[in-house]
Each structure stands twice: as structure tokens, then as C-alpha cells.
């Protein structure tokens, strides 16, 4: 099932969801940038962009946060991945946000697949991430139909 966040009383699950995805796919990641961007999430980040949750069996197991057709954040749980719950997400993402467009980190090669998998197509390349720090960053566009 697929809904719209519930505020902030949800972002301790959504964190941890972020958490759990992180440490299986973002191995390139600094303690000390995992730690900084953790602590950001529910103050900063989530408030910024429209939250979409996936849920199995009530319980939260992913997330999408979306912002002027940009993709910002897709996480999930490491449990849950592989089961459809990320492209649910991403379709949702799509038609109900208006999503375009996604940047994803060069050292993670999973992700840019997936992204190409579902139409979208690489337009750029930063070499710093949105922080300034070394996370090279592959933009990408969906695909005109």
C-alpha cells in the first residue's frame, strides 16, 4: 500500500528505513557524512519535500520524497528490497508528484540501473554531490514517451 506520509510522529520509521538502505547499498559513504546526513533527515529534509510511504502488512518499508519534479530521496528497507516495493514507489512518484527528474551517486551502480530501467536517462554529471563533498553525481531525466 501506498500513502502519503503521516508528519513527523512517522519520521523516527522513515529514518530508520533510510538507515537500513543506506548501510546495504552506500558503501562509499564516510562515517562521518552517513552520521551528518542521518541527523539532518526529520529536522531538515523531510520537511522539504512531499513524502510518499510504501507499507506492507502496516508496517512502513520504503519511501519517496519528491520536490518541484525532482526525485530527492527513494529508500527501502533492506528487508523489502528486491520485492517491487522501490518501482511502486517510483511510479507513484511519477504520476502523482510529477517527478522528471533524479540525481543518484555515481558509486552506486544498483540504483543508476534501476533508474534506467524505468525510463529515465543519464543528461549530466556533477563531480561534487549537493554538499560540496567528493560524491560524484550522475543527473538524470525521464525519457520523452
Given at each position: 500500500?501506498?500513502?502519503?506520509?503521516?508528519?513527523?510522529?512517522?519520521?523516527?520509521?522513515?529514518?530508520?528505513?533510510w538507515r537500513s538502505a543506506v548501510l546495504a547499498t552506500h558503501d562509499f559513504l564516510a562515517a562521518s557524512d552517513f552520521e551528518r546526513i542521518e541527523s539532518n533527515l526529520a529536522a531538515n529534509y523531510f520537511p522539504a519535500v512531499t513524502l510518499v510511504v510504501a507499507e506492507v502488512d502496516g508496517q512502513p518499508v520504503g519511501f519517496a520524497g519528491a520536490v518541484d519534479g525532482g526525485l530527492e530521496m527513494l529508500f527501502v528497507h533492506d528487508s523489502a528490497r528486491g520485492r517491487g516495493v522501490g518501482s511502486a514507489l517510483l511510479a507513484e512518484a511519477v504520476a502523482r508528484l510529477g517527478v522528471t527528474r533524479v540525481d543518484v551517486n555515481e558509486q552506486n551502480p544498483a540504483a543508476h540501473g534501476f533508474y534506467l530501467s524505468r525510463g529515465f536517462r543519464e543528461v549530466g554529471r556533477s563531480e561534487l554531490d549537493g554538499d560540496g563533498r567528493p560524491y560524484p553525481l550522475l543527473h538524470l531525466e525521464l525519457a520523452a514517451a
Open positions: 500500500m501506498l500513502r502519503r506520509a503521516r508528519g513527523a510522529e512517522e519520521y523516527p520509521a522513515l529514518v530508520e528505513i
